[in-house]
């Protein structure tokens, strides 16, 4: 399979919201991890941002995802299968770029599966405290001290500017940028304390 064509698929993999470890990618695209990371960045380069989530559980993802573009149903699949069966009866001169099509739809029916299993919503309705401060710090563009915990299970001080709130495998989470690491990073809120001033 080609660079490009590796390139979109691991694209389209991330665009169904879902998180995926670079081990996970290279299975699914049949690559080596070493190519994962590089498409990533490849990726990275043309504007995409790809999201990475550190830690034993991390991976990359896209968090806001693009609106589907799969106009394909498994029924539609099914009637286009039947197609191709009668006419490789007859010996339909083009069967080959049939079988090719036919192929192309199943990978996209393939992504909207993926789809259906996650979901990433920027629609959130909390009404805990940390959501109110996280939001009107949002809000104002006001950085903010919090205390994280780390996954040494440490408490360490961290100014963040928060930028957006969003619910991911029924956590919630907290994008901002972190004085301490000068970067974006993601702040789950189970490890948030707000120091109050």
């Known amino acids: 399979m080609g660079k490009i064509l590796n390139a979109i698929k691991m694209l ?3 665009n169904t919201g879902n998180k995926y470890n670079v081990k996970q990618l290279s299975e699914k695209l049949g690559i080596s991890e070493r190519m ?5 960045n490849e990726l990275e380069q043309t504007g995409i941002p790809i999201e990475t989530f550190m830690g034993p559980d991390g991976g990359y993802y ?4 693009n609106e589907p573009y799969n106009q394909f149903n498994k029924y539609d699949l099914e009637l286009l299968e039947d197609v191709y069966n009668k006419l490789k009866e007859i010996n339909y001169s083009n069967i080959d770029k049939l079988e090719k099509l036919i192929s192309k739809i199943k990978h996209l029916s393939d992504i909207e599966e993926e789809k259906s299993k996650y979901f990433i919503t920027n629609k959130i309705e909390d009404n805990s405290k ?11 563009k006001e950085r903010i001290l919090i205390l994280y915990k780390n996954l040494k299970g440490v408490w360490k001080e961290r100014y ?7 619910k991911y495998d029924n956590k919630f989470y907290v994008t901002a940028f972190c004085e301490l690491r000068n970067d974006i990073r993601h702040f789950e ?6 120091v109050e001033k």
């Open 36 to 40: 994962v990371r590089y498409y990533k």
């Open 130 to 140: 940390m959501y109110f401060t996280l939001n009107k710090a949002i809000a104002n």
């Open 12 to 14: 389209n993999y991330l």
């Open 62 to 65: 896209i968090l806001k995802t």
């Open 189 to 194: 809120f189970s490890r948030i304390k707000i």
């Open 160 to 166: 963040i500017h928060p930028m957006h709130i969003f």
